[in-house]
């Protein structure tokens, strides 16, 4: 077994315990995450290589950060058409919240569409190099080198960057529902 079949079982188990956990059928989380209900199944059956977009639509239904289906090793990739993320570091604090905090990287032309995270999760971007324009569908703002961008990211957002854009990308998540 390779090393990419052993990710894809980790993340199918990982929904599959999250499903079973809050009581959800796979079909009412692939309506909830707006994705084929085959799709699911064979995301939970590790079949399946997940995008990053995948594994949002996921995770704000579960009501978990991404981490939690990702995986939390330093160094877990995920990519989507023109954006690489690098785990770099997940913190879980006392009041039961969590902070993941990801190297991007987005390639030139491409739009980056989020869907909604659950309540209360706040997203805070560092730009490293190049110039991004995120933020909350239709309250989207530039940013360059050294700049900042901050929304709370409990309805669609998007990330666009028209040359290479390196960034930093911080998510606090609140307490995840018992």
């Known amino acids: ?6 990710r894809r079982r980790a993340v199918g188990a990982r929904i599959t315990r999250l499903r079973d956990q809050r009581g959800m059928s796979l079909s009412a989380l692939a309506r909830e995450a707006r994705i084929g209900k085959g799709s699911l199944s064979e995301l939970e059956a590790g079949q399946r290589n997940p995008t990053l977009d995948t594994l949002y639509a996921v995770a704000g239904p579960l009501g978990v950060p991404l981490t939690a289906l990702l995986g939390e090793d330093t160094g877990t990739e995920g990519t989507s058409p023109h954006l690489a993320a690098r785990l770099l570091h997940v913190e879980h604090h006392p009041d039961g919240s969590t902070t993941e905090v990801f190297w991007l990287h987005f390639t030139p032309g491409g739009v980056r569409e989020s869907p909604a995270h659950g309540p209360g999760v706040v997203e805070h971007i560092l730009v490293v190099s190049g ?5 909350r569908t239709g309250e989207e703002r530039s940013a360059g080198p050294g700049e900042t961008l901050e929304w709370i990211s409990d309805v669609p957002h998007t990330y666009r960057s028209g040359d290479d854009a390196l960034a930093v990308l911080t998510i606090r998540s609140p307490a995840a529902p018992a």
């Open 1 to 6: 077994m390779t090393a990419g079949d052993e």
């Open 131 to 135: 110039h991004l324009v995120a933020g």
